[in-house]
């Protein structure tokens, strides 16, 4: 959750906090006396008689328990509300994530039904793989379906593409841990 939003909920938390305290402190008052303010029961002495006798830490238990009830009914409504902010955020794209979707943008809707040939020429045409470090490139052949091999690497980390079509391996030149070039393989 970002730093703003946080901000943003303690304020509303605090502006509640504070309404419910003026609605609760709020009313008429003019015949309250710490005698005849509450029952043993809990019921206000105004409205069961006054011939029965009460004291003030009987109302603060009972104004207490009446904030304690709107404070709960908050919480549930800000847990409610952050939900549906968190739900209502994008997704944040990586560098990974955009380099996928710069590459099947021109295809829209049909990216998914493209040779494994065709997007791997897509990718050599953007230039969009070259320079990043093996790890990432290794990210983008992946999220594109492709397969990837690292040039004169023998670690056997190599894997040919998922795409429907010719199986093909971007084969990578590095140069100081990045993409320096790359070609293009096919099985025969």
């Given at each position: 959750?970002?730093?703003?939003l946080?901000?943003?909920?303690?304020?509303?938390?605090?502006?509640?906090?504070v309404?419910?305290?003026?609605?609760?402190?709020?009313?008429?008052?003019?015949?309250?006396?710490?005698n005849?303010?509450?029952t043993?029961?809990?019921?206000?002495?105004?409205?069961?008689?006054?011939?029965?006798?009460?004291d003030?830490?009987?109302?603060?238990?009972?104004?207490?328990?009446?904030?304690?009830?709107?404070?709960?009914?908050?919480?549930?409504?800000?847990?409610?509300?952050?939900?549906?902010?968190?739900?209502?955020?994008?997704?944040?794209l990586?560098?990974?994530?955009?380099?996928?979707?710069?590459?099947?943008?021109?295809?829209?809707?049909?990216?998914?039904?493209?040779?494994?040939?065709?997007?791997?020429?897509?990718l050599?045409?953007?230039?969009?793989?070259?320079?990043l470090d093996?790890?990432?490139?290794?990210?983008?052949?992946?999220?594109?379906?492709?397969?990837?091999?690292?040039h004169?690497?023998?670690?056997?980390?190599w894997?040919w593409?998922?795409?429907?079509?010719q199986r093909?391996?971007?084969?990578?030149e590095?140069?100081?841990?990045?993409?320096?070039?790359?070609?293009?393989?096919?099985?025969?």
């Amino acid at each position: 959750m970002s730093e703003n939003l946080q901000k943003l909920i303690g304020v509303v938390v605090m502006a509640v906090l504070v309404v419910v305290g003026v609605v609760v402190s709020s009313g008429d008052d003019s015949d309250f006396t710490r005698n005849t303010a509450f029952t043993k029961g809990g019921v206000i002495a105004k409205d069961a008689g006054a011939e029965k006798g009460g004291d003030c830490c009987d109302e603060t238990l009972y104004r207490l328990g009446k904030i304690e009830d709107r404070l709960a009914q908050i919480e549930a409504s800000l847990q409610q509300a952050l939900q549906q902010i968190n739900d209502a955020q994008p997704r944040q794209l990586g560098p990974v994530d955009r380099i996928v979707a710069a590459v099947l943008l021109p295809y829209g809707e049909q990216a998914d039904q493209q040779p494994a040939m065709v997007i791997a020429d897509a990718l050599r045409r953007s230039g969009l793989l070259i320079g990043l470090d093996l790890e990432t490139a290794r990210e983008v052949a992946i999220g594109l379906g492709l397969g990837f091999d690292v040039h004169n690497d023998s670690d056997g980390h190599w894997f040919w593409s998922t795409r429907r079509g010719q199986r093909i391996k971007l084969l990578v030149e590095p140069r100081n841990g990045v993409v320096d070039g790359f070609q293009i393989r096919g099985e025969s």
